[in-house]
């Protein structure tokens, strides 16, 4: 996986390119959420609110591609992996 920002973008994150199972991901830096993300002195709850964010819109784009691996059940996992970290670092 590739992560890369894209400038001019207001999406919180959009798929590049996706070959079998490797994803190029471009997060919108003028989104607000991905914005505060970035910050130097970002919060946690800032970060994961992004880092779902960002997760909804690439799977649904890549759904609407039709891509393998992009299912549903794909989605929650990685959702619940976000939780995870979230439940990890915070008190």
């Known amino acids: 996986?590739?992560?890369?920002?894209?400038?001019?973008?207001?999406?919180?994150?959009?798929?590049?390119?996706?070959?079998?199972?490797?994803?190029?991901?471009?997060?919108?830096?003028?989104?607000?959420?991905?914005?505060q993300a970035l910050a130097e002195d970002a919060k946690l709850d800032a970060l994961f609110a992004a880092a779902g964010l960002a997760l909804a819109q690439l799977f649904a784009e890549a759904r609407a591609r039709g891509l393998p691996e992009s299912g549903l059940p794909e989605e929650l996992v990685a959702g619940y992996r976000v939780l995870a970290l979230l439940y990890a670092h915070v008190p």
């Open 1 to 35: 996986m590739a992560i890369e920002g894209a400038i001019l973008s207001w999406q919180a994150a959009r798929l590049g390119n996706a070959e079998g199972r490797a994803w190029s991901i471009e997060l919108g830096r003028r989104n607000t959420e991905i914005q």
